[in-house]
């Protein structure tokens, strides 16, 4: 028998998904997980009987909901479906899909607009870490404008500008900024910096691992021997920074850094955590662009720059393009007093489809 769900098909910044109402999955976990994994034809490497995209990036979900919180409009609870296991991760934020999520909200009426206004503020509150964030959406006659000529490496054509502000992220998945309490560790040998600014990021120097930090992705998944001891670290740093046992989970994401080569201020190639990013995620850019401005991590250290208290942007370089994280900070020289009061980015997001998603359930 089939079941048929309403869903939305979005992008949202590099990434796709399918968007929910709450409501419309079942309450419990266990059952929705297994609905969502027949709609995007999990476990098979081409989801060739879902409508996944057959990579990370594109088997994504969103689940979205009228929040009962002060202050918030919307519950936002990001969902990863693995590609090729029977596995559906709640343990990371999506900021990347996150900004399909305002749009989503004003489409469903979950959030009121002003007919005369220009755009919507949609306050977000991220039900996998705690923490907040607030879409700026842009509006035409009372409707989601999805038209404009914002441009965003990794998207091919433009569209209306998605501004998002994250507030209080620090910590929200380990517990703290810097989770190990150092701005270094040492992991197997190597030097790695563990942070978690909106999402658990481990650092680590490219040219530790004998690269140059410009390898394409498909370049570094096949290359055996490096993959297996990326992991191999990120198993014990997930430990350290009070992940527990990261066997099964999507986090700590592991980039690997260098210097710039296209006008940014550090390159990265990131594992997700098993798969290389063709970019690199949005809360991610913020985790490594936050390590690039505290003195004595794996990031300054490379870069061998100080950063003045106040309003910065840095410029997060990626296989596709770059990110551009715009960051107030405060006392970079200290690990003890180091503060970061914003974190924003801009997006873009697009409808692509809306219906209703079919799954074969006994």
């Known amino acids: 028998m089939l079941k048929s769900v309403p869903c939305y098909l979005m992008r949202g910044g590099t990434s796709k998904g399918l968007f929910f109402l709450k409501e419309d999955l079942p309450e419990d976990s266990a059952a929705r997980d297994a609905l969502l ?10 989801q060739i009987d879902g409508l996944g995209g057959a990579h990370p990036l594109t088997s994504k979900v969103a689940i979205v909901s009228r929040s009962t919180r002060e ?34 909200a004003i489409e469903k009426g979950l959030v009121n607009v002003d007919p005369s206004q220009n755009h919507k503020d949609v306050r977000i509150h991220m039900v996998n870490t705690g923490s907040d964030a607030v879409s700026r959406v842009q509006l035409s006659n009372g409707k989601v404008n999805y038209q404009g000529e914002a441009a965003i490496d990794g998207v091919p054509l433009t569209s209306a500008p998605v501004l998002i502000n994250f507030l209080d992220i620090a910590g929200s998945s380990c517990g703290a900024l810097f989770p190990t309490g150092n701005a270094v560790d040492t992991i197997l040998e190597t030097e790695v910096t563990c942070i978690d600014n909106g999402m658990p990021v481990v650092l680590l120097n490219a040219q530790d691992f004998g690269l140059t930090g410009t390898e394409s992705p498909s370049e570094l998944e096949g290359n055996t021997p490096l993959c297996e001891r ?133």
């Open 71 to 104: 202050n918030t409009d919307v519950d936002y609870l990001f969902l990863q479906v693995t590609v090729d296991k029977a596995l559906v991760s709640d343990a990371q934020n999506c900021g990347n899909i996150l900004a399909g999520v305002g749009p989503f």
């Open 230 to 362: 990326i992991e191999s670290i990120r198993l014990q740093a997930g430990q350290l920074m009070n992940l527990g046992d990261v066997a099964k989970k999507t986090v700590p994401k592991m980039s690997l850094v260098s210097k710039p080569s296209a006008g940014g201020l550090i390159n990265t190639r990131t594992f997700i955590p098993h798969r290389v990013h063709d970019a690199i995620g949005v809360l991610g850019s913020v985790s490594v662009a936050t390590a690039c401005v505290l003195q004595g991590t794996v990031a300054s250290k490379l870069l061998q720059q100080s950063f003045d208290d106040g309003s910065i942007v840095v410029d997060v370089e990626h296989p596709t393009g770059q990110f551009s994280v715009e960051m107030d900070i405060a006392n970079s020289a200290s690990l003890s007093e180091f503060v970061v009061h914003r974190a924003a980015l801009l997006r873009t997001a697009r409808l692509l489809m809306r219906g209703e998603a079919f799954a074969d359930c006994e």
């Open 37 to 46: 994994l027949k709609l995007m034809g999990s476990p098979d490497e081409r």
